[in-house]
């Protein structure tokens, strides 16, 4: 299991405080925002302060309220993280926090102390797994059939079968893909054409009726120069 939506990560557990009492705030929001990202929940700055606050009680909670969030905190944090400081993340408040080659290694690091998170308990989907710190899609023999699947259980189409598709953002294009804030556009470019050929291989229209709307709904992120 693993949260499917931004309210179930009021079910994360807190971790054990002398486990990572000794890292500071900028990693151990290095970490959420990695899980935030595996999960494919956007990583907007309220759900890293719930997030934070779940995981890490005794640095992300109010003084006297160790049931609530201390977003300053959080905030002040994500700010610390960005290149001209830590060099740990780039963030937008309309897009969210994505984490540099850096900020993922950082989050290894937590990581390998602290392990995995559980929800109610139980381990997430994806904890048994290496932390990716390539910041690229994985090679691998390309199976279309295999792939589109593996698309249609992701987040967003799940939104857009759903008829939630107005509320898709960045960071379920970028899940989409297996592809991160920072890569690229030339590339994001070519990973979506990858992905429209293998729609095209099989053939599946329905996928690629989808993958035309999202072409629509993300055009300006998708048509970015990289030479900004």
């Known amino acids: 299991m693993s949260p499917k939506e931004h309210r179930d990560l009021l079910k994360v557990d807190p971790k054990s405080r002398p486990l990572y009492e000794r890292f500071s705030l900028v990693h151990l929001t290095a970490y959420s925002v990695h899980w935030l990202t595996q999960w494919e929940i956007p990583t907007t700055y309220e759900n890293i302060s719930v997030l934070n606050a779940r995981l890490f009680p005794a640095k992300f909670s109010l003084a006297g309220f160790p049931e609530m969030p201390d977003a300053m905190a959080t905030n002040r944090t994500i700010l610390q993280m ?38 109610d308990g139980a381990a997430v989907e994806g904890s048994g797994e290496k932390l990716d710190l390539s910041g690229k899609a994985k090679k691998r023999t390309r199976n279309p059939e295999q792939i589109i699947a593996e698309c249609k259980g992701k987040l967003l189409y799940r939104r857009y079968k759903e008829g939630r598709f107005e509320d898709a953002d960045v960071v379920h294009l970028l899940g989409l893909v297996s592809l991160y804030d920072h890569t690229r556009p030339s590339e994001l470019r070519k990973a979506f054409r990858r992905l429209k050929a293998d729609a095209q291989a099989i053939p599946d229209k329905e996928f690629l009726n989808f993958l035309d709307d999202v072409a629509e709904r993300f055009s300006a992120y998708l048509n970015r120069s990289d030479s900004k």
Do not use: C, H, I, N
């Not at 897009?95 to 929800?119: H, I, N, S």
């Open 82 to 119: 960005r290149p001209k400081y830590r060099g740990f993340a780039t963030s937008d408040p309309r897009k969210g926090v994505f984490l540099t080659e850096k900020g993922r290694q950082e989050a290894a690091r937590v990581m390998a102390a602290v392990g995995p998170p559980t929800l």
